[in-house]
Structure formats: C-alpha cells, structure tokens
C-alpha cells in the first residue's frame, strides 16, 4: 500500500512558477514509477508527466513539454513537479499518483492515487 500527500499548490499570476511535491509513504515506494495528472473544473482528468521509478525516462503532455519539468527524489520518496511560465489554462487540482496498472504506459490509470492541490493561475 502507498499513500501519497500533494503539496505546494496556491495561487500565482501568468508567467509565474510553482513547484509540486508529492511525499509518498510505504517501503517500496522508491520502486514505483509516478505521474502527475491535473483536472480542470467541467473537464476529464488528463496527463501532465510521469517519470520511471530510477529517474531514467520521462514523458510529459503536450502542454507541459518545454515548461514543466518532472524529477523524483527516491531517498526523500519524494516525487517533483517544476511548472514554469504558466496559463491560466493550468488552472486545475493537480493529482500525484503511483504505480501504473499497465507499466509501459505511464500516461494511463494508476493505483494509487493522492487527494490532490490546488493550482489557480490568474490573468
């Protein structure tokens, strides 16, 4: 079992920067691959970024490629997510989660997921 608690949302203007944290519990959490996702108020939940649990291979949405930028500390079990320059349309609750159902494809469902964290990007 793996909890994993969000942190670091808030409220930033356009152009700002915030930077994510996902603290996750249990003993093998270090082995997981994890992913960021964020879901905007009317919409579905989509892909932001996901990272392999040795660091080694990272794949971003669209959206985030160029701005975001997704790390992960596994002797703090601590997963990152750097956003930078961003949108009002980067406006969402953004969600950690961890251990992919299918494992070759870290842009799908998870088992674990956490409670989310605000983002509000003002214009």
């Known amino acids: 079992q793996v909890q994993l608690v969000e942190s670091g949302g808030g409220l930033v203007q356009t152009g700002g920067s915030l930077r994510l944290s996902c603290a996750a519990s249990?003993?093998?959490?270090?082995?997981?691959?994890m992913g960021w996702f964020r879901q905007a108020p009317g919409k579905e939940r989509e892909f932001v970024a996901a990272?392999?649990?040795?660091?080694?291979?990272?794949f971003y949405a669209d959206s985030a490629k160029g701005r975001f930028t997704i790390s992960r500390d596994n002797a703090k079990n601590t997963v990152y997510l750097q956003m930078n320059s961003l949108k009002p349309e980067d406006t969402a609750v953004y969600y950690c989660?961890?251990?992919?159902?299918?494992?070759?494809?870290?842009?799908?469902?998870?088992?674990?997921w956490g409670q989310g964290t605000q983002v509000t990007v003002s214009s």
């Open positions: 990272i392999v649990w040795s660091g080694g291979r990272i």
């Open positions: 989660a961890a251990d992919p159902q299918d494992p070759f494809n870290l842009k799908g469902t998870y088992h674990y």
């Open positions: 249990g003993r093998t959490a270090s082995n997981y691959h």
